[in-house]
T-cell receptor
């Protein structure tokens, strides 16, 4: 079983729709949660970052973390064709390992392909 | 792309040949990472570096080696390429390596092993 599960989609929605993207995870040590956006043939770029449980809003984007359920979500309001991309969830813990740090070891979901059509 | 370049951007090679991919950064960041991205698997960490000459294995390190002789360069070597190593390879950098530290990704190298 993968540590992080993400529905790969693909997801196709009309412009203006509310989009919900989700990930579940099994490692209770995860405390830092991120959403990356990746356009076709490009590298991922950080979209949202959340520490522990709660909500975070940035413009049309809202990230939610429910640690009790081991479930995170990304909501996109008023979706635009420019939002068409692959969205990857990622998470990490703060546990330190000797010989180096484990801090930077992100665990990614498989990514969800989103298309917003005009 | 946060001052990160990868070379080559595309490569086709044959099974059994050695291949070296280069990541170059101009941000003077301490941490550098190599990931591979495959359908159904997302991004998986191959190796990472936490300083010059300091490297450690990720979750899929078999068949790969890395070297970092300068802050700005991180090399990934496939010692004897296999078809299972056909993938898109991404380099990433971060300043502190801390859990809340943003990782910035390069544009990727698309590698095909025939």
């Amino acid at each position: 079983q993968k540590e992080v599960e993400q529905d790969p989609g693909p997801l196709s929605v009309p412009e203006g729709a509310i989009v919900s993207l989700n990930c579940t995870y099994s490692n209770s040590a995860f405390q830092y949660f991120m959403w990356y956006r990746q356009y076709s043939r490009k590298g991922p770029e950080l979209l949202m970052y959340t520490y522990s449980s709660g909500n975070k809003e940035d413009g049309r984007f809202t990230a939610q973390v429910d640690k009790s359920s081991k479930y995170i979500s990304l909501f996109i309001r008023d979706s635009q064709p420019s939002d068409s991309a692959t969205y990857l969830c990622a998470m990490t813990s703060s546990r330190f390992y000797a010989g180096g740090t484990s801090y930077g070891k992100l665990t990614f979901g498989q990514g969800t392909i989103l298309t917003v059509h005009p | 792309d946060a001052g990160i370049t990868q070379s080559p951007r595309h490569k086709v090679t044959e099974t059994g040949t050695p291949v070296t991919l280069r990541c170059h950064q101009t941000e003077n960041h301490r941490y550098m990472y190599w990931y591979r991205q495959d359908p159904g698997h997302g991004l998986r960490l191959i190796h990472y570096s936490y300083g010059v000459k300091d490297t450690d294995k990720g979750e899929v390190s078999d068949g790969y080696s890395v070297s970092r002789s300068k802050t700005e360069d991180f090399l990934l070597t496939l010692e004897s390429a296999t078809s299972s190593q056909t993938s898109v390879y991404f380099c990433a950098i971060s300043g502190s390596g801390g859990p809340g530290d943003t990782q910035y990704f390069g544009p990727g190298t698309r590698l095909t092993v025939l």
